[in-house]
């Protein structure tokens, strides 16, 4: 067994909460947090409204309308709200950001904080449209750009100019699932006023909470996890006290705004994200443990295995992992990729994750590095577990290893 102990893996009852304080754990606070069921006649989701004008009735009422929550369909409805604050409530929050997609959430949140002659930190094994965003946007907006060794740690300090305004991060990382020391880099950051972020949405918000470490903003993919149907676009900007204010009025002065439908859809989806992951733990894990003992797989990526190098790290941040994580094949030769993915049965093949079905991508690192290389042989496969029977999966994957040896 490659699991350090069973308890490091084992279901978390995560941030069970102070009941001496009347604090609520985790689990029911997801159930509950931003619904009102007594405003919307006892209906137990919050309502969607579909609005853009909203009326008042009088001209006093027009004149106090800049006191007025609701009172236009983009500044957000009673919809909106609710996913707001349950999003808040998930990630400890003072203030939400809501925007149509998770790149749009990482979009916003660096053009919010740079401007022209600032400099911005970025992990060199970030998202790939982050990396994209600081290389084609940010540089012609005149903001100096380096991306770090995501292994980098307190070494981080050595990268700092004077106009550096802030640092990204993401972890466990996008294809390659190495763990960044979050909290030796918020270290440095927040004395010298850096802003900190970090791509969540690995974690979805139930297994790690960056802000109750220190980091300013937690950035999530809501398409994903959250979601958890693959059947929406979203983005969610989880702001500390400091930030929020300045997040909130740069989204508003771009128009940012969702649709109501997928606001809707998103909390629904929310409701049941922590027992969700719980199982998408268990069932990656068992996936994990069984490629790692296939004569076909070289290596796998899995912050929860002890065998990963990153593994101490991710036990001092996550209380758990996810359903997503990466492996190396050592066969190259497309045609038997070809055989080997084509007459899966179970595994879907294209973008995105976070839903209840299960995933396979072939990847190619390589291509988004630029402070480090890639120099793994093989061929990087990148898996999202879903909530089916493991067995079952073990099973389709098992046939493919078949097809690919042939
Ligand atoms: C998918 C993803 C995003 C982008 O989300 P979209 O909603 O697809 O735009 C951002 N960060 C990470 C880590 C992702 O996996």
Known sequence: MSLSSPSDTAVQPAATGDRRNDKLGQDTVICHAGRDPAAHFGA?????????????????????????????????????FALEDAVAALEAAAGVVLTPSGANA?????????????????????????????????????????????????????????NTRLIWMEAPGSLTFEMTDIAAIVAVAKPRGIVTVVDNTWSGGVFFKPLTLGVDISVQAGTKYISGHSDLMLGTIACAEGSYGRVKSFAQRMGICIAPDDAYLAQRGLRTIAVRMRQHQVNALQLALWLEKRPEVTRV???????????????????????LFGFVIRETDRRKLAAMVDGLRLFGMGSSWGG??????PTDPRALRSATSWTEPGQ???????????ADLIDDLDRGFDRLGR
Not at 116 to 122: E, F, K, Q, R, S
Not at 142 to 149: I, S
Not at 315 to 320: E, L, N, R
Not at 380 to 390: A, P, T
């Open 44 to 80: 137990v989701n919050p309502p969607v409204f579909h609005a853009s004008t909203i009326l008042f009735p009088t001209l006093a009422a027009l004149d106090a309308k800049a006191d007025a929550k609701i009172r236009y369909g983009r500044r957000g409805t009673p919809t909106t």
């Open 106 to 162: 990482i979009s916003t949140t660096l053009l919010a904080h740079l401007s022209p002659g600032d400099h911005a930190l970025i992990a060199d094994n970030v998202y790939g449209p982050c990396r994209h965003c600081a290389n084609e946007v940010l540089r012609r907006f005149g903001v100096d750009v380096d991306f770090y060794d995501p292994l980098i740690g307190a070494g981080i300090a050595r990268m700092i100019k004077p």
């Open 301 to 323: 990526m899995h912050p929860a295995l002890a065998t990963d190098p990153g593994h101490a790290l991710w036990k001092a941040h996550f209380t758990g992992a996810s359903g």
């Open 356 to 361: 209840y079905e299960s995933l396979i991508l």
């Open 380 to 390: 990087c496969m990148r898996v999202h577990v879903g909530l089916e029977d493991v």
